[in-house]
């Protein structure tokens, strides 16, 4: 089965899961793991802000705020 199957059989409680696993992890990975590369924490945390983004720009959208 496809990712994007997979993601279509979840429900909303189920995504949100993944979703609060995802932001929870990549700040922990950008701002905890002492071993971890600079450049991988940079890019955890750019990923992180993403995700943040993309929550907002769907949560504004929403309620009828432009970006």
Known sequence: ???NDKLDSL???QLKAVIKWVLADTRRA???YS???ENVKGWCAML????????????????????
């Open 1 to 3: 089965m496809e990712t």
């Open 30 to 32: 950008a701002n905890n």
């Open 48 to 67: 992180n802000e993403a995700v943040l983004y993309q929550i907002d720009k769907s949560y504004n959208k929403n309620v009828g705020e432009e970006e």
């Open 35 to 37: 071993g971890l590369h």
């Open 11 to 13: 429900t909303n409680a």
